[in-house]
């Protein structure tokens, strides 16, 4: 009889529906005893199965012992956990039983949605391709969970725009800001661009700037003249936004970014207008940017996967809803009804030429033809006067959102005069009635297809609620077609993320297709999933947008894309290694100033042989200031080293003395993670992580006892201890749960006060992006903290962001009083005087290549 893995279910409950709540807590208690040695392969299995789904694993003895299921008990709200107990038994085991998933089928290469295996990846991406700006969101294959992910900027967004520099390209904000000076060789509205390629209407009467021949763009990359499809750049945005890192990710080494290494698997949001053609060209983009597309979804789609995964099926059952978006480009609204755990989409529509983009146009006319009855002239698109109106119609589309009445001024408009703008909600409602109308139209035509309920009941008086989300909603005209269209008696919800919904719900689309199947044991986090993407009632779809259109590009097209891709990737590499290799001579010498000139404030520079350092530094510097364009990053490298040399007469004594400094930080540092590792082990494996709910005198005890710790930590130069102890009482300060409002204010000074000691700790332990950080989240609590802004603005000098660094020391230099202006006033001297240098190490570039 052959030795197998056998598995009981305890649920604790009454009856079925008990036990399928249950399921929340379902948790997996190995019993091993000595299976580890009798059945080493099952119980990996085992573990490993486990691990891959996200099942909690307990052995036996701790889950009774350590009292965790009393723990789980408190978690899930009083409901009693659902155990899985995993032993070794002599008799055959059941297949119905078992709990490691078969492996599954393959997939076919039709489908759509294919089974995924135990190599499922943690999470999946989407990302909404907006007309303008794209966005992308990060769902965990297991919890669900979804996070908005940030650019190279720090922004949410990204500008569909490319750049082609001489040797490297740019992309998003950076590229935005080359439009004006390198228009003809910068893509902007990579997907209207797209869009127009293959039929789309969306604003058709809008040139596209730059140097266009035909259905191409022609630019010169990687020192050839190319004639780009849009399908190629859009590739080139795609693998930037396919790799961008959520805030948990540690920074990747130098093998994981290569580029030529997979993506997550990603899904894509576009239209619900756009033709196979426009979809088929997605697909070609994803294979030239070498992105692991899994899906395209509609808008509408995924607005309702959103919608439904935020609330329970006892509020959707029964019930009829709508989602309207109004985006940049593209309007769209979805009808669909909720029951059980089904979701069907009853109708929907989308049309183009709406939107903010629209709105923009218009008032880009309006506001040209009123400069040209007051001064006679006016701009034409695609010029440098033209970009700069741009700008303030956008201006005062904002602005008019929420007031009344702006006034906005273009600079050297006509003849290098400014031209001033005065408008009113009024006249922009006027201006922008035309898009009222159109959405008027949109929703009338879609309630007039949905039909009747089986009591002959029209289904559009059966609907609960309408949500908007999209950028384009907030304008008040866009509000009363839609309250006119569907009733007002119908609500108007906003409580899904206007910009987010879209991106996330793709996301979770993505997400589903790595749901468990075939005897897998169901994540409780698919439950709000259940209903999944919405099934199409076809009769009520508008399908007279989508035309039926081959691929434009043919293989060797795509196969010669793919290459290209692959040159300009090592293109960009290869400069951004010169850059690099320039950043750390130029560091070098920088900080090695700081250090001759005594600005650095570090202990010991009285060692150094300060004429003789700096005779060193002025020459290299002259060196890298006269470094022509050809020279390379390995000859940049060679001069770093020759830096080094040449500096160890005058910094001997200064090296030595820093050596011997860290070598005894480095022999504390291990003596207290000994002492730590002790402590830990004499508390019983446990940490010190207090989950409960204390009141606050004694959570305030806690706070103040690891503040006043890491503060003596930090006067013994413990800085790395001095920082855990404050952020472990930042972590106990997030815990309170009874507080007034002069509670609060008392908290949040105290918090305040953490976070200017961990931006300090990080300054001592030249940890800069860990300064700024706590010195940003400082003045989220305190905008005026001058604190805050001086340890910001030094951290920022650091990094060479001089810019933002004066502009920081300017704002905390207005506010200081006057015992706090001296410091403020030294480190602004010291960045004005590193801006000087880049200035006129740029001029004497520029003389250098333009004589």
Not at 363 to 385: P, Q, T, W
Not at 596 to 617: E, F, M, N
């Amino acid at each position: 009889m052959s030795r197998s893995l056998r598995t009981d279910i305890f649920p604790v409950g009454e009856d079925d529906d008990e036990r399928e709540r249950d399921q929340e807590g379902l948790v997996i208690i190995f019993q091993r005893q000595k299976a580890e040695t009798r059945y080493p392969e099952q119980v990996k299995a085992v573990q490993e199965g486990c691990s891959a789904i996200g099942l909690q694993v307990f052995e036996w003895n701790d889950f009774f012992a350590q009292n965790i299921r009393t723990e789980l008990q408190q978690q899930l709200a009083g409901h009693e956990p659902c155990i899985k107990s995993v032993k070794m038994a002599d008799e055959p085991m059941e297949q119905t039983e078992t709990t490691v998933p078969p492996e599954a089928p393959e997939a076919s290469e039709t489908s759509e949605a294919p089974v995924k295996t135990q190599g499922d990846p943690d999470f999946v991406c989407g990302i909404d391709l907006g007309s303008f700006a794209a966005t992308v969101a990060k769902v965990s294959t297991k919890s669900l969970k979804s996070e908005l992910l940030r650019n190279d900027m720090s922004n949410e967004r990204t500008p569909m725009t490319v750049a082609f520099a001489e040797r490297a390209r740019s992309f998003g904000e950076v590229a935005e800001q080359l439009k004006a000076t390198k228009r003809d060789r910068t893509v902007a509205n990579v997907m209207r661009f797209l869009d127009q390629s293959h039929g789309g209407p969306a604003l058709a009467q809008a040139p596209l700037v730059g140097n266009f021949d035909g259905d191409r763009f022609v630019v010169e990359a990687n020192g050839e003249e190319r004639k780009l499809r849009a399908e190629e750049l859009l590739g080139m945005v795609l693998r930037r936004l396919a790799r961008y890192r959520g805030v948990d990710e540690p920074t990747p080494t130098e093998e994981q970014t290569d580029p030529n290494l997979p993506t997550h698997p990603v899904a894509v949001a576009v239209p619900d207008s756009f033709s196979d053609a426009h979809r088929q060209a997605i697909r070609d983009a994803a294979k030239i940017g070498g992105v692991d597309l899994q899906r395209i979804v509609d808008h509408t789609d995924a607005a309702i996967m959103d919608y439904v995964s935020r609330r329970s099926a006892e509020t959707l059952d029964g019930g009829v809803f709508a989602i309207v978006n109004v985006g940049h480009t593209y309007a769209s609204c979805a009808v669909f009804r909720c029951e059980g755990k089904q979701v069907t989409k009853l109708a929907s529509k989308c049309i183009a030429d709406v939107g903010g983009a629209a709105v923009d146009d218009l008032l880009f006319d309006a506001l040209n033809e009123d400069c040209k009855s007051r001064k006679g002239e006016g701009v034409s698109r695609g010029s440098k006067a033209s970009i700069r109106l741009m700008t303030q119609v956008r201006k005062l589309k904002e602005s008019l959102s929420g007031a009344p009445q702006t006034r906005v001024s273009c600079e050297s408009l006509v003849n290098d005069e400014d031209v001033s703008f005065t408008y009113t909600q009024a006249q922009l409602e006027e201006i922008c009635a035309p898009l009222g109308d159109k959405i008027s139209s949109m929703l009338r035509d879609l309630l007039e297809n949905l039909g009747t309920e089986d009591n002959d009941q029209e289904v559009r008086k059966s609907i609960r609620a309408v949500e908007l989300i999209g950028g384009g909603m907030r304008m008040p005209l866009v509000k009363q077609a839609i309250s006119a269209a569907f009733g007002e008696d119908v609500p108007l919800g906003y409580t899904m993320d206007s910009t987010a919904s879209v991106v996330v719900g793709t996301a979770l689309c993505c997400a589903k297709d790595f749901e468990p199947k075939a005897g897998g044991v169901m994540r409780p986090a698919f439950d709000n999933l259940a209903r999944g993407i919405p099934e199409n009632n076809d009769a009520a779809q508008d399908t007279q947008t989508r035309v039926d259109a081959p691929s434009v590009m043919s293989e060797s097209d795509l196969d010669a894309a793919v290459r290209l891709e692959q040159d300009l990737l090592a293109a960009d590499a290869a400069e951004a290694a010169l850059h690099a290799a320039r950043n750390k001579l130029e560091s070098r010498i920088f900080e090695t100033r700081a250090l001759a000139d005594g600005g650095s404030r570090k202990p010991h520079t009285d060692l150094i042989d300060r004429s003789a350092c700096v005779t060193v530094l002025d020459e290299f510097e002259n060196w890298l200031w006269d470094a022509s364009e050809s020279a390379s990053a390995d000859d940049y490298a060679n001069k770093l080293e020759d830096l080094d040399k040449a500096l160890e007469g005058p910094c001997a004594a200064y090296w030595a003395k820093i050596k011997e400094e860290r070598e005894k930080a480095e022999r504390e540092m291990q003596e207290q993670e000994t002492l730590a590792a002790a402590e830990l082990a004499a508390n019983g494996g446990k940490d010190d992580h207090d989950q409960r709910k204390l009141k606050k005198p004694e959570r305030m005890r806690k706070v103040k006892l690891n503040k006043d710790e890491g503060t003596q930590l930090f006067k013994d130069g413990n800085y790395n201890a001095a920082k855990n102890r404050y952020l472990r009482s930042l972590q106990h300060a997030d815990k309170f749960f009874d507080l007034g409002p002069d509670d609060e204010e008392e908290v949040k000074q105290i918090k305040l006060s953490l976070h200017l000691n961990m931006a300090q700790c990080s300054i001592k332990l030249e940890e800069w992006a860990e300064t700024v950080k706590s010195a940003k989240e400082a003045l989220e609590l305190d905008a005026n903290s001058t604190k805050a802004l001086f340890r910001l603005a030094f951290a920022q000098e650091k990094t060479k962001e001089f810019t933002e660094a004066k502009k920081n020391l300017a704002r905390a230099i207005k506010i200081a009083p006057e015992a706090e202006q001296k410091p403020l006033a030294s480190l602004l001297n010291r960045v004005n005087l590193q801006i000087q240098r880049e200035e006129a190490r740029r001029a004497k570039m520029a003389k250098k290549m333009f004589g």
